[in-house]
């Protein structure tokens, strides 16, 4: 039973174009967020996050939306750059700090 | 000066043997986790640590035996190695709680490979 869905396995998107990366959970007690970037060979880093409480997060070019009521997040990246293109997780936690993990997205980033 | 290092890189080796993967962490955090990436790249939380005791074991074949000398350190032992044991484990840690949002620090990932 997945928890935490990332229904695209890809996305390709123009160089300075916006992208966005979608996530779906099921779980409504989930109150934490999270994005990791992942590089081929290297292990996920840290993107951003949001709590439950918040419907928006930015972080320069990222931006993270929270619609609690879809059980739905997405993370923006505008403008896209070629040092984008990456496996993007979206990742949720419960109040015991329990991430679980969705399968991950890769974005190409086209010049 | 790497956060989370995880050796070896690769490993590549035959059925039924032992093998170790190393972990260390010099952040200071008080807890250690192994990750199993599957061949659907899904990340499943294997173990974690917190200052050197158990405390997350999710249904993980007890060939697999996790050691913790102490709190930077937490090493993955595998017994009897299976060919579905082949995947890429990462060793992650974290603050407690989220230490304002940044999650864990991941090592670069041990792909294991039984022939």
């Known amino acids: 039973d997945q928890q935490v869905k990332q229904n695209s396995p890809s996305l390709s998107v123009q160089e300075g174009r916006i992208s966005i990366l979608n996530c779906d959970y099921t779980?409504?007690?989930?109150?934490?967020f999270l994005w990791y970037k992942k590089y081929p060979a290297e292990g996920p880093t840290f993107l951003i996050s949001?709590?439950?409480i918040k419907d928006k997060n930015e972080d320069g070019r990222f931006t993270v939306f929270l619609n609690k009521s879809a059980k739905h997040l997405s993370l923006h990246i505008v403008p896209s750059q070629p040092g984008d293109s990456a496996v993007y997780f979206c990742a949720a936690s419960d109040s015991n700090y329990q991430l679980i993990w969705g399968a991950g997205t890769k974005l190409i980033i086209k010049p | 000066d790497t956060a989370v290092s995880q050796t070896p890189k690769y490993l590549v080796t035959q059925m039924g043997n032992d093998k170790s993967i190393k972990c260390e962490q010099n952040l200071g955090h008080d807890t250690m986790y192994w990750y199993k990436q599957d061949s659907k790249k899904f990340l499943k939380i294997m173990f974690s640590?917190?200052?050197?005791?158990?405390?997350i074991n999710e249904t993980v074949p007890n060939r697999f035996s996790p050691k913790s000398p102490d709190k930077a350190h937490l090493n993955l032992h595998i017994n009897s190695l299976e060919l579905g044991d082949s995947a890429v484990y990462f060793c992650?840690?974290?603050?407690?709680?989220?230490?304002?949002?940044?999650?864990?620090?991941f090592g670069s990932g041990t792909r294991l490979t039984v022939v």
């Open positions: 779980n409504s007690m989930f109150d934490y």
């Open positions: 992650a840690s974290s603050p407690p709680g989220y230490n304002q949002g940044h999650g864990y620090t």
């Open positions: 949001i709590s439950s």
């Open positions: 640590y917190n200052n050197k005791e158990l405390i």
